[in-house]
């Protein structure tokens, strides 16, 4: 776990990468919606660990346990929030924050709590239209809000996985989550280096919602990979060389590797190959 008052992890690594992606995709939910979903995500959260055993192994993040798990959401929570109040035009050089943590295990449930509180104190003060730094697309305050909320909600499930529950996970929101990470994820690279061989010579992967209208249909190039736009544009079904379809809930946690594309609940066709090159190196 790291020292005291430091977070570590990618959440607050690399620079921006060179792909022209519009600020605003239209899966995105409002600023607004993105901050109460991170109260609603946090309070789900607290919900699960209050009363679970601290030491409980999380299978879904191999070596972590709830304590972890619970740690390592609050502290990105209120780092977010200490880049959101500065309004930072330029890569951090230091991840240093008080993070106050509690003085025994039993504590961190509501010092959960209180992280969201200084998140949504953050949220209170911040214009989410404010430009400022960010590793990923969209280059304003809303790009930290809406990252907190997926990083919250994605470690809710996994505290739920970790205590034998099956994540629930609203389908619009879901929706959204599958867009910020296919959005993001040509940026990562800093903290994901095998996002790199992600390259091809055109050949197109559609994600899918069979409960909702999303739809990605996501291009590999020689320089790079990304949402095709322009293709979504048309309002057109463009043929694809491999498709995976599921419902919201499940793209999600498919994205984030806590459900295999194995599952009966996902149905895949096309390129076995370019399905084995996307999953074997979209790791986030």
Same mark, same amino acid.
């Given at each position: ?7 570590? &992890? +990618?959440?607050?690594? &690399?620079? $921006? ?6 600020? $605003? ?9 993105? !901050? ?17 055993? +601290?030491?409980?192994?999380?299978? #879904? ?10 740690? $390592?959401?609050?502290?990105?929570? !209120? ?19 008080? @993070?106050?943590?509690?003085? *025994?295990?039993?504590?961190? +449930? *509501?010092?959960?709590? #209180? ?24 280059? $304003? ?16 499930? *996994?505290?739920? @996985? ?18 910020? =990470? ?6 990562? #690279? ?7 061989? %992600?390259?091809?010579? /055109? ?13 990605? @249909?996501?291009?590999?190039? +020689? *320089? /790079?990979? /990304? ?7 048309? &309002? ?14 499940? %793209? ?6 806590? @459900? ?8 895949? #066709? ?8 996307? =999953? ?5």
């Amino acid at each position: 776990m790291p020292a005291a008052n430091q977070v570590t &992890g +990618p959440e607050t690594s &690399g620079e $921006h990468g060179t792909m022209e992606i519009p600020d $605003h995709s239209r899966w995105a939910s409002t600023p607004a919606a993105h !901050r109460n979903a991170v109260a609603a995500e946090t309070a789900r959260f607290v919900s699960v660990v209050k009363g679970a055993q +601290p030491a409980t192994p999380v299978p #879904s993040c191999p070596g972590w346990t709830l304590v972890d798990l619970i740690r $390592h959401t609050g502290s990105v929570q !209120r780092w977010f929030s200490v880049l959101l109040r500065q309004l930072v035009q330029e890569p951090p050089r230091s991840r240093d924050v008080d @993070l106050r943590l509690p003085a *025994d295990e039993d504590g961190y +449930p *509501d010092w959960l709590t #209180s992280s969201a509180a200084e998140a949504a104190s953050a949220f209170a003060v911040t214009d989410p239209d404010a430009p400022m730094w960010v590793w990923g697309a969209d280059r $304003h305050a809303r790009f930290w809000v809406r990252r907190m909320l997926f990083e919250t909600l994605v470690h809710r499930a *996994d505290a739920e @996985l970790a205590v034998g529950l099956r994540p629930e996970i609203d389908r619009d929101l879901a929706a959204d989550g599958v867009d910020e =990470f296919l959005v993001n994820l040509p940026f990562a #690279s800093p903290f994901a280096p095998k996002v790199a061989n %992600l390259r091809g010579d /055109g050949e197109t992967i559609r994600f899918r919602c069979t409960d909702s209208d999303g739809d990605w @249909l996501v291009r590999l190039r +020689p *320089d /790079g990979f /990304g949402i095709d736009h322009d293709a979504a544009a048309t &309002g057109t079904a463009t043929p694809a060389d491999a498709t995976v379809q599921g419902a919201a809930a499940d %793209l999600l946690l498919l994205m984030y590797g806590r @459900l295999d594309r194995g599952s009966e609940v996902f149905e895949s #066709s096309g390129n076995e190959d370019l399905l084995t090159l996307w =999953f074997s190196n979209s790791e986030f």
